[in-house]
């Protein structure tokens, strides 16, 4: 049987606060428009929040380039709104989990400033300051890449000193090996969970120990992971005992919720980091099921879910009691996935009923992202001016200067723009959505027009109705939660169906991943019909509509 825990039995929420409601009219969002907004989660049905960073950042990645760990970002509001937020939520029976970015501060944080300005100072073992190689130290110290273009390291001449950045050139990697970092992370970390935040979604945490001496990269690593030196930082040497002290430290003595980010872990070391007897993490966002095989999230292709269907069996049979993994399909890094399935107007609200289906029926914790809700799609960007996103605009400089043209080079970043899912939520049809009285930060195409909560509210048969019927039926199912998850081998190709099990009883899920009707034959007489994607015929009928998704229940 499974231990049980609030985490398991939640659907959580993901709210990226710069676009989900601005209160005063500046562009931004802020922390007083998501107190307005709660009571749409809890009619949604949502148990739990995270939230993506409020602290004190210069936003060069939008937050994840932190300058204070311990106060709020101007723009978002004050720490008096973030406790009042805090127990806005908890007075609605949810529950808050903010986002750690502890692989690396921004560079203007007061460890950075010091550690730079200082080779002295207790904070220059904090990060990674080396000398340059070659002749008067004018190559960088490892010919490592950084995620968002270019070399992973910044030059400071002024210094003689190279600093290692993962990310952006102003998100500056930890020492993870430096034990007083550590322990101001830690003591960073015990802070939030004295005012009584329920957890942490824990920032590409698999990538926090870095092997000894920064070694070059395998080329041919490179090449085949488009990252050189992933090898040396992904899930590195101390990995497991840097989760341990952190579990042990901050998070056991409050039995907060650790939420690991760690991209490409796969199922083997994602069952060791969240082992329930192994004291490392609760559960992991896994990637493996984002892009087809061969792609990478910047090729412009359609997603076939029947992908999804392979990948998501390998882990939901792998994972069993003992690990848990949380479940999703969009979030604030990712195009719309609604969108990589097929973007036809015809199919949008088949598929995006379709996703939600499979995300509330699995095993695992799901997690949704703002706007999934509604059924919002990319975005149709024409001009790079639209863009806000670092990582895009880099790529874009990138490919500009290795020769491509204005239009290649907005081809070669619109596919996989993470600004797809950063565009104003969509509140009403009213102007920007409903989501500012201002200009927003960055603009939305304006599909709000067609697709937002307040209309959407209004229609029964709506994606957000659709959502509604599933958080409940998970409520109404243990078996949706903590059951077993068998997959029906003799449903070939499209055609997926998948039963869980429970002492509750029995919910069986059929579903057409493609865009064609397929005949599918209805289940025995004891299941009875409790949701259906696609209106038509009879419950006795046959044949499955595109993309269309039903459940059943044995009692
Ligand atoms: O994203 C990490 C992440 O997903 C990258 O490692 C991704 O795999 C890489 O871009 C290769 O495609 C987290 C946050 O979710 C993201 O918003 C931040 O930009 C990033 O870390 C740095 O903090």
């Known amino acids: 049987p499974v231990t049980p825990a609030w985490w398991k039995e939640a659907v959580f929420y993901q709210i990226y606060p710069r676009s989900f409601a601005d209160s005063d009219g500046d562009g931004i969002g802020d922390l007083p428009g998501i107190i307005e907004r709660l009571d749409h989660l809890v009619d949604l049905g949502v148990d739990a929040i995270w939230l993506c960073p409020v602290y004190d950042s210069p936003n060069d990645d939008n937050g994840y380039d932190i300058r204070d760990y311990q106060a709020i970002l101007a723009e978002f509001g004050t720490m008096a709104d973030f406790d009042r937020l805090l127990a806005e939520v908890h007075r609605r029976g949810m529950r808050l989990v903010m986002d750690l970015v502890v692989n690396h501060t921004s560079d203007e944080h007061p460890w950075f400033v010091e550690a730079l300005r200082d080779p002295a100072s207790p904070y220059r073992p904090y990060y990674f300051l080396r000398p340059g190689t070659g002749e008067d130290g004018s190559e960088p110290p490892n010919n490592w890449t950084s995620f968002f273009s270019g070399s992973a390291w910044r030059h400071y001449p002024e210094h003689d000193v190279w600093a290692l950045h993962l990310f952006s050139a102003k998100q500056m990697d930890l020492d993870w090996d430096h034990a007083p970092m550590r322990a101001d992370v830690i003591a960073m970390v015990r802070w939030w969970l004295d005012k009584g935040v329920d957890g942490f979604r824990l920032d590409v945490v698999n990538y926090i120990s870095k092997r000894r001496g920064l070694p070059n990269g395998n080329p041919m690593i490179g090449e085949l992971m488009r990252f050189t030196g992933v090898e040396h930082y992904f899930a590195g040497p101390r990995l497991h005992e840097h989760l341990r002290q952190l579990r042990r430290e901050a998070f056991a003595p409050y039995d907060a919720v650790a939420i690991g980010e760690t991209p490409g872990v796969g199922i083997e070391l994602g069952k060791l980091l969240t082992g329930e007897d192994r004291g490392e993490l609760d559960l992991v966002f896994s990637f493996d099921h984002l892009e087809a ?52 107007p015809a199919h949008r609200e088949a598929v995006a009923k379709l996703l939600a289906t499979i995300q509330l029926t699995l095993r695992g914790t799901p997690f949704l992202y703002q706007g ?9 960007f024409t001009s790079i001016d639209q863009l806000r996103d670092v990582e895009s605009l880099n790529r874009y400089a990138e490919l500009r200067s290795a020769g491509s043209t204005e239009q290649e080079a907005l081809v070669g970043v619109l596919a996989g723009s993470r600004d797809h899912a950063r565009t104003p939520m969509a509140w009403d049809a009213g102007p920007h959505g409903g989501f500012t009285t201002g200009v927003p930060w960055i603009e939305g195409d304006g599909d709000h027009a067609q697709c937002n909560v307040a209309d959407s509210r209004a229609d029964e048969r709506s994606v957000l109705a659709w959502h509604r019927a599933l958080i409940a039926l998970r409520r109404a199912h243990p078996a949706l939660v903590y059951g077993t998850v068998e997959f029906d081998r003799s449903a070939r190709g499209h055609l997926w169906r998948y039963r869980r099990s429970g002492d509750d009883g029995e919910v069986l899920v059929v579903c057409n991943l493609s865009d ?30 595109a993309y269309e998704a039903r459940v059943y229940v044995r009692r």
């Open 516 to 545: 064609r009707p397929r005949r599918c034959r209805p289940p025995g007489p004891d299941y009875a019909l409790a949701l259906r994607s696609v209106p038509g015929g009879g419950t006795a009928d046959a044949r499955l509509a």
């Open 293 to 344: 095989p061969g792609k990478v999230r910047f090729d412009d292709y359609r997603y076939d879910l029947r992908h999804l269907r392979r990948v998501l069996e390998r882990h939901q049979r792998a994972f069993g009691n003992r690990s848990w993994s949380a479940l999703f399909l969009d979030n604030h890094d990712n195009p719309r996935m609604v969108s990589k399935v097929d973007p036809r």
């Open 372 to 380: 999934q809700e509604i059924g919002m799609v990319n975005q149709a």
